[in-house]
């Protein structure tokens, strides 16, 4: 049985990604294939050679299909061989898995469950991406070598960035501002306001500001792998409403999380923004500043991962901060759960 929630959309590459050829990756486990076709539809298929298990993503694209680097064969969208060089007859076998594919925010997305299965109505969605008063900047892929949950804590952890991010998120004014926690449904929310304090430096270096402001935190969880931050800040004494929020300066931080192995990570991030909406200077600062910002997360988290590893099964301590993060891990093993379940039916 996997370990994972097979049942979803991950995303596995930016779209720009496939500007130069086939792309493969590992996604839970299986080696995949993802390629833009001559007349530029997407696909995602088994990154195996059904005869001697070359990757494709080692061929090349040949009109609509994907052309094995060794032999020659050729298999179209749907993962079926469809020319065998010098051989007329075609065995039935020869064939590869083939992915449903999805293109939103950027990102191309598949879903790993049953192909049947598949619904686009059930892919993450962010309005203000689409909104013309909004700028969008996105980070490079990155490869972390670490459990997916691992990076989940971290992105339901407000607590962490006073120590890991002091030179663009965090601050010391917040180390003993308490967190809160809900859980709505499957969505969980951590939430921290911090109160006529001076702004962070991300906020500084974009804007002249003067004083103090009131700074907000809202992390929230959409299993089993998205994070979406919502941060800003506001005038000293604002009220906390979503409209209020939109009235400052707000920033969406988006963190989409594709289990590569037990042990590793896809990581995708983007920033959706109210203000400087057309400023590519804005957005290519933004980027950088936050790559320095999550390539110190990554530090911390692949060590962790090691550690943990290292630890076996000792226990370790847990505290009040850890809330929001045990709520989205037990929405994910019951969401595994019930897929077991009800595989396990079918089968029998």
Partial sequence: MSNFVLDAWYPI????????????????????????????????????????????????????????????????????????????????????????????????????????????????????????????????YTHVRSHYQQLTDNLLDPAHVSFVHLSTLGSKDMEEVPVETKQIGDIVEVKRWTLDKPPVPIFQEFMPIDGNVDRWQYYLFYPPSINIVDFGIGPVGMSHSDADRDSGIRIFSCHFLAPETERSTHYFWMQVRNFEPENHQVSERMTELLVMAFDEDKEILEAVQAATEAAGDQPSVRLAIDNGPNRSRRIVDKMIRNEQAVRTMAAE
Avoid at 34 to 41: A, D, I, L, N
Avoid at 76 to 101: E, F
Wanted: glycine share 10%; proline share 6%; aromatic share 10%.
């Fill in 13 to 140: 590459a930016w779209v720009d990604e496939l500007s130069e050829g086939p792309l493969g990756r590992v996604l839970l486990n299986e080696p995949v294939v993802v390629f833009k076709t001559e007349e530029g539809t997407v696909v995602a298929l088994e990154d195996r050679c059904c005869h001697k298990f070359l990757p494709l993503s080692r061929g090349r694209v040949r009109g609509e299909c994907i052309e094995c680097g060794y032999h020659g064969m050729q298999y179209d969208h749907t993962g079926a061989c469809v020319k065998i060089p010098g051989q007329k007859l075609i065995p039935a076998n020869a064939r590869v898995r083939s992915y449903p594919v999805a293109r939103r925010l950027g990102l191309v997305w598949l879903w790993t469950g049953e192909f049947e299965a598949a619904n686009e109505q059930l892919l993450f969605d962010m309005a203000p991406y689409r909104d013309a008063a909004w700028g969008v900047n996105h980070g490079p």
